[in-house]
């Protein structure tokens, strides 16, 4: 079974869920939801990625005043730090004309696939306001304490969505205590693969830190292990090149 992870290759909280900007009154009110606020790489527009294969399943904002938000949920039953079952997650505050634009309900977003970008609508700098739960969301509503908060089940992330540390890099992760991902078990392979992009293919360092070299088309690869990690966006076999043992996008790959 997957697991669920933080999507987003900086963990930057600027605003935890009992943060006094805005968002105590969303936990603190009937019904309470547990928002952070994210902003990745500062001053840009970091990228929020769906960590298994999720379903939209509602888009409001979109050129009204409405603050843009989408609710997506997981097309399986995934693993997550607290229990095991569908998780739906919604996003808030990206720009009309972003990349959430190509999306409509009932799309399927492939794990590794680009949701939505931080952005400034109704917001004042570039963010993701992040909430995300168990079992099925598709709305929200006012709780008692004036606070727009999320109709479904809703958990502080760190409950919901591991740490990939082969995929995040922490900045500042606010009060919360996110524990890291598990790895898959190692089932040995004992194959090869061929690399079939003409231009060759990146070698890169297992732990992601940077590349090794370039893989000239057609050089055969031993796979030591298939989805060895994901690591931007990509899904990763881990192979063995000449004696050089790294990483490379198995897509390219066959
Ligand atoms: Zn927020």
Known sequence: MQKFYFGMETLRVTQDYNGATSHYHHSHGTPADYP???AGVDGRQSAYFAPV??????????????TNTIWLETVEAVETPTFTDTVWLTLTHWNDGSITAKFKVGDIIKAGEIIAYEGTDGAAANHLHITCGRGHCDNWTQNTAAAWVMTGTSYPPEQVMYLNDDFTKVVDSASLVFQSMPKEEVTPVAKTKRVRVTNGLYLM???NSGTLFVMPHNATVTVLQENYTTAKGYSMDKVEYNGTVGMCANQYLE
Do not use: E, S, T, W
Not at 53 to 66: E, F, L, P, Q, T
């Open 36 to 38: 952070i606020d994210c």
């Open 53 to 66: 294969d999720m379903k939209v399943v509602a888009i409001r904002g979109v050129g009204n005043y409405v």
């Open 205 to 207: 360092k297992l732990d």
